[in-house]
């Protein structure tokens, strides 16, 4: 083995450990909260320079910030700043606009009245709502807690 | 046979490591952290857990409780003061109505040091099972001020912060 070869080792597994640190993220998902979309156990990558040049926008699947990155939430962004969100029966409505969404499914029963998103924030909610609202975590988080999306 | 080379080489990267725990290594972060881990740690028990066992856990717990302490959990309907001296009969209720727990702090970070005083932030990732059998686990955004008395860092307040709000 010559130093070569030890150099070459060094150059991967630094290049693996920036990537995997701070590019492509590796996560596991864990709870249901975006079934039937994304499910429990399976695993992707959050892709942190995803948002470098756009900002998340209805319907991006982004990953939120915790207090650090080995614990985050997935969540789907309804709707951007300055626009109100309300649910009526479970439909989710946009400045008073009933809006369609695909990725849901099953039954949802969930009315929450109208709030208009900060400036600088954005409305994300997950996919499951056949869950009680209650035990959901959905609303404004800001756009600087997104860390980026997961990778498909 | 050890050549004074080889002596001196040693010497030099003693104090290269001594010097770098002195002068890069925060103590007093290290510490919190410490302070911080092992409650988690205590907060935890399981079905089988004994009497002693728990007695000792939750002295260890109001160890790290200054005389009173603010806690603010919307999460569980908690905002209220409570004192050192009411931590077991806190613990009791929750044990009542959680089977077993456990609590794993991720990300850990501590924010700010003053002294006496230090301000720590983590996702607090918690699991425990109801006494209906419900299981729960979720991960809680916590704030934590310390205050150093006695030499031991306590902790005065716990706040769970706002991921997404309503």
Known sequence: MTSGYFIRVAVVAITAFMVFKYVLIPFRIQGESMAPTY???????????????????????????????????????????????EFREGN????????????????????????????????????????????????????????????? | MVTKKYWIAGTILVAAVAAFMLFF????????????????????????ENQITAVTRIKAVQDKISETCQVYLPSYRISQIISRNDVPTYLTIAKNYYKDLSIKFEDLKVESIQLPQARAITTARVRATGIDGLKNDEALVIGFELRKIDKKWQIVSVEEKQVVER
């Open chain 1, 39 to 85: 499910v429990t156990g399976s695993f992707n990558f959050c892709f942190a320079l995803r948002y470098m040049l756009s900002k998340p926008a209805p319907p991006d699947v982004v990953t939120i910030r915790m207090a650090g990155q080995k614990v985050m939430l997935l969540k789907r962004v309804v709707a951007i700043e300055g626009q109100t969100v």
């Open chain 1, 92 to 152: 989710l409505f946009l400045d008073g606009r009933k809006m369609a969404e695909p990725y849901v499914k099953g039954q949802c029963d969930w009315n929450v009245l109208p709030v208009k998103v900060k400036t600088g924030y954005v409305y994300v909610v997950g996919d499951n709502r056949t869950m009680p609202a209650d035990t959901h975590t959905f609303g404004q988080t800001p756009v600087s807690r997104i860390a980026g999306a997961p990778l498909w």
């Open chain 2, 25 to 48: 290594v925060d103590w007093e972060a290290r510490a919190v952290k410490k302070q911080l881990r092992s409650l988690a740690g205590e907060m935890a028990w399981s079905p089988a």
